[in-house]
């Protein structure tokens, strides 16, 4: 058991989770120099038949992108696929859990990666909606995703206390519900993931397809967690149904929740006020 919780102190180990964490970097920031390009000159633009043709294309071959329900049916294949083939039978309330063999708790999978995410995701986070505050574009999917993970969050903490379910490293089975102080179902830190990446897919999938990529975030954290027996696989699952879920909600407001609360001066932006 002390093994499994083990947390790895070698930094060349931490440096392995190092492609993940650019994706918290490369997206936005490719996304924020989109929004700044200049307009063609009408000479240069296409005509109306033009026009036509290529929004047949789109509608045809790509439109599957601009559907919302991708969201979740692509996020699920991909943490399916993540998953690796296990031996013996699924138990559970839901039919799928299943505890994995204990393993090496080292590589981009160890805790201490796990750890750097969530630190990294809450302070990538933060930074990015004080610095480019409440405005159209980036600076508002940012607040976006601010509000989409703290409300998440306090909705996995109060399922966590209400269930109560024990993890998997403890041996009880996965339907020990309503154990003690046990917090397993749902998991809070692939909540997190899934509400962080949500609103800036939902934002700019038309644009940017390659958007989806950051998907690999919570599937990803979920992946982790079960390898270190930390959670169940429907533990992740309704994190990321949980996360995606307020993701979805952050993005349909145009004045994210945070901005009502929070006094104005907060959301203007750094590289506004200065």
């Known amino acids: 058991m002390n093994t499994l919780r083990a947390r790895s102190s070698n930094p060349r180990r931490s440096l392995a989770g ?27 633009r296409p005509s109306s038949s033009q026009r036509g043709v290529k929004s047949k294309l789109r509608a045809g ?43 090496d708790n080292n590589g981009i999978f160890s805790r201490s990666n796990q750890l750097g995410l969530e630190y990294g995701t809450v302070a990538f986070e933060a930074a990015g909606a004080l610095f480019l505050g409440n405005h159209k574009g980036l600076g508002h999917v940012f607040w976006q995703a601010a509000d989409s993970s703290v409300f998440a969050g306090f909705a996995a903490d109060a399922l966590k206390y209400t269930f109560r379910r024990a993890r998997p490293y403890q041996g009880e089975g996965p339907n020990a519900f309503f154990q003690g102080t046990d917090q397993s179902f749902p998991s809070g830190e692939v909540t997190l993931q899934a509400s962080f990446v949500t609103p800036f897919i939902l934002h700019y999938r038309h644009r940017y397809p390659w958007i989806w990529a950051a998907e690999l975030l919570p599937v990803y954290d979920a992946y982790g967690r079960m390898k270190s027996q930390g ?32 006094p104005r001066g907060v959301s203007v932006g750094f590289v506004k006020d200065f």
């Open 61 to 103: 071959a790509h439109s599957w992108w601009r559907r919302r329900w991708v969201l979740p049916a692509a996020g699920a294949a991909a943490f399916l696929a993540a998953m690796r083939l296990h031996e013996g039978s699924s138990h559970g309330p839901f039919g799928i859990d299943y505890r994995l063999k204990a393993q």
């Open 18 to 44: 190092a492609p993940l964490i650019a994706l918290l970097v490369v997206a936005p920031i490719r996304a924020y120099a989109g929004e700044g390009a200049p307009s063609r000159p009408a000479s240069s």
């Open 231 to 262: 959670h169940w696989q429907s533990d992740v699952i309704a994190g990321w149904l949980l996360g995606s879920a307020f993701g979805y909600w952050a993005s349909e407001r145009k004045v994210p929740l945070l901005v009502e609360i929070l």
